[in-house]
């Protein structure tokens, strides 16, 4: 890969900085401003709270202009990152693969076309699009229909082939399987609305018309790949228990509980055991409506033949657009199939191993210490990643000088803004504060685990950049204490008199951790 020596420089100058503090938390290559003394005790002061008792901190705070170190508190402690792993996933995408890179999914004809007889198989071939939906696929029919093909004689056959057939990461738990964000990963996949959580449903549970009734069940999109067994009940009033789960290794989703007459409908997102059967169902109804009967079966997995002739295509939004939903609503599923693409583009493997090599690559040329750190998926799911939080400062850093940073920047969650593809996983923290439409930052939660990095405008107009990674804690929540830290950047001045007060800053209640959920929200926020 070839590379621009401007970033590693610019890294260079932060590694010098962070280097003369690794020995000794709070202290900085220079004698310390009185600002930067208030600044250290302020920050102290918050991670002293006791909700950190017995657990680990790693703080570190960079002036991105002169690269130098204004606050280190175990920087080079390796912790778990939880969803910050993305940051490095998708800076070496924005890269590697290009603000306009496109998933391409494309149906192909197996054999000869006469009259609207396709002699053969039909090939749908997916790209690794984590953002198509079932109208897309229902355009891609359309197109098929469009070109005369009224009959195939033979099977309909899913191609997965760019990625490998590994379809959960590293490490991860079995439990979270069903869950939306641990969702399996294909190059041919289904997403069910404009999140874009790829290889899932959304089920939707209405209550009967009167008590005793079973609750009416429906999919989004509608498929047959899953099944509902469906054992919830309507009742004339009370609390509503609905729980919405799919069965682990099945298609099999089972409702259970209760939900009472005229209360509103509730949903909730699952993911499919085989995303590619999935796909292929979804298509195959679409072909059914445009007037295409297919005579074979389903068949998965195989590779279109290099003589099939196109008949239809879609290209998804270019990497630059994705950007948005990918970091704003922190979604895992992005992060997998972007590791998966660098893999298959840089070396012909579309693999977990190949596309991890190819971040720590950029990475590393960015001027972070590979050997440091451990990243083992793309999103940060796994409790195997290990990086310490003074590399995330060095590399937010040195991607200032990339020709693609506005648009990266742009598309991080921005603190206490409202508008969901604005604020994302942020928009309801910090509002009202000065970090407020300021803070520009990735966030991170596992059970015990909390992350927020990125950056900070201070009240002198520098841009810090800054790396909060929090680990074994035993509370539910501790993101009201990384909100005071970013609170205090804000604010931050060196222009402040010696005898300025220092105050913790107050923040907003920060949203709570569901108990045993890995991601710490549930839909519609995210972590």
Not at 54 to 76: E, F, K, P
Request: proline residues 5%; charged residues 20%.
């Amino acid at each position: 890969m070839h590379r621009r020596l401007f970033p590693r420089a610019l890294a260079a100058l932060v590694l010098v900085a962070t280097a003369a503090t690794a020995g000794a938390p709070n202290a900085t290559a220079e004698a310390p401003t009185p600002a930067q003394t208030r600044l250290h005790a302020t920050i102290d002061a918050v991670l002293a709270d006791s909700r950190l008792d017995g657990a680990q901190a790693g703080v570190v705070v960079v002036d991105t202009a002169t690269g130098r170190t204004l606050y280190d508190r175990n920087g080079n402690r390796r912790l778990v990152p939880a969803s910050n792993t993305k940051l490095l996933t998708s800076t070496a995408a924005m890269e590697l693969l290009g603000p306009g890179h496109r998933f391409t999914t494309d149906v192909s004809a197996g054999g000869p076309r006469r009259a609207g007889l396709l002699s053969g198989d039909l090939y749908l071939r997916g790209g690794g699009d984590p953002t198509i939906l079932a109208a897309d696929y229902d355009r891609l029919a359309a197109q098929v229909a469009a070109a005369g093909v009224r009959v195939v004689t033979g099977d309909l056959v899913a191609d997965d082939t760019r990625y490998d057939r590994s379809r959960l990461g590293p490490d991860w738990t079995w439990d979270d399987e069903p869950y939306y964000y641990a969702a399996q990963v294909s190059a041919l996949t289904v997403a069910p609305d404009t999140d874009y959580d790829a290889g899932t449903v959304i089920v939707n549970a209405t209550p009967g018309a009167r008590a005793g009734a079973r609750p009416k069940i429906t999919m989004t999109p509608d498929n047959d790949w899953l099944r509902v067994d469906n054992r919830a009940a309507t009742v004339a009033g009370g609390e509503t228990t609905l729980s919405i789960e799919r069965e682990h290794g099945s298609n099999t989703v089972v409702v259970t509980g209760q939900i009472a007459v005229g209360q509103a409908a509730e949903s909730d997102w699952v993911t499919v055991w085989e995303p590619t059967g999935y796909a292929a169902d979804v298509f195959r109804s679409a072909l059914r409506r445009h007037g295409v009967r297919v005579l074979g079966r389903t068949v998965l997995g195989a590779a279109t033949p290099d003589d099939a002739r196109p008949l239809a295509r879609h290209d998804s939004m270019p990497l630059a657009d994705l950007m948005v939903p990918f970091l704003k609503l922190s979604n895992n599923g992005h992060a997998e199939v972007l590791t998966k693409e660098l893999g298959r583009v840089l070396s012909g493997s579309g693999t977990w191993s190949a596309g991890l090599t190819a971040i720590g690559e950029y990475v590393g040329d960015a001027g972070m210490d590979t050997g440091t750190l451990r990243q083992r998926d793309g999103s940060g799911l796994s409790r195997r990643n290990l990086i310490p939080p003074a590399q995330f400062v060095t590399l937010l850093s040195a991607v200032r000088a990339e020709p693609w940073f506005d648009t990266w920047y742009a598309a991080l969650p921005v603190a206490g803004n409202a508008d969901r593809f604005v604020g994302g996983t942020l928009r309801s923290r910090m509002a009202g504060t000065a970090a407020a439409n300021n803070v520009h930052a990735k966030t991170g939660s596992l059970t015990g685990v909390s992350g927020l990095s990125g950056y900070v405008t201070d009240a002198d107009g520098r841009l810090l950049a800054f790396s909060i990674v929090l680990n074994n804690y035993l509370t539910s929540s501790v993101k009201g204490l990384e909100d005071q830290i970013a609170i205090a950047l804000a604010t931050y001045s060196e222009k402040e008199t010696a005898t300025a007060r220092r105050t913790v800053p107050s923040a907003p209640e920060a949203p709570r951790v569901p108990e045993g959920r890995e991601c710490s929200w549930v839909k519609p926020v995210r972590c």
